[in-house]
């Protein structure tokens, strides 16, 4: 059985820093697109970043970019989103998702083009 547990979520101030990880079991993601959502209160799952494989090409919302650093370790099955400069505006609860299939470009940003979730975590960023 496939599970993404993601952690690191919490309350911070404006400006803050937080780590995001998102372990997988149950088979290896190596080789395979992995990647963040987020769903803020009222609005629907929206991408955030996403990286094709170790050392392949990332991509980001343009919201998040310069801010945000996806990164993954596939001997540990573990991918991470580095969030720096939070703004409340980037409250919502963070989901990670996994492919077994591949992405080019915007296609990574599609939720369909992901087959496992994560059950969310909650980041909170107060002004």
């Known amino acids: 059985q496939v599970q993404l547990v993601e952690s690191g979520g919490g309350l911070v101030q404006a400006g803050d820093s937080l780590t995001l990880s998102c372990a997988a079991s149950g088979r290896s993601f190596s080789d395979y697109p992995m990647g963040w959502f987020r769903q803020a209160p009222g609005k629907e799952r929206a991408f955030v970043a996403a990286?094709?494989?170790?050392?392949?090409?990332?991509y980001y919302t343009d919201s998040v970019k310069g801010r945000f650093t996806i990164f993954r370790d596939d001997a540990k099955n573990t991918v991470s989103l580095q969030m720096d400069n939070l703004p409340p505006e980037d409250t919502a609860v963070y989901y990670c998702?996994?492919?077994?299939?591949?992405?080019?470009?915007?296609?990574?940003?599609?939720?369909?083009?992901?087959?496992?979730w994560g059950q969310g975590t909650q980041v909170t960023v107060s002004s």
């Open positions: 998702a996994a492919s077994i299939g591949g992405c080019v470009g915007t296609g990574c940003y599609r939720p369909t083009t992901y087959h496992y």
């Open positions: 990286t094709r494989w170790i050392g392949g090409a990332t």
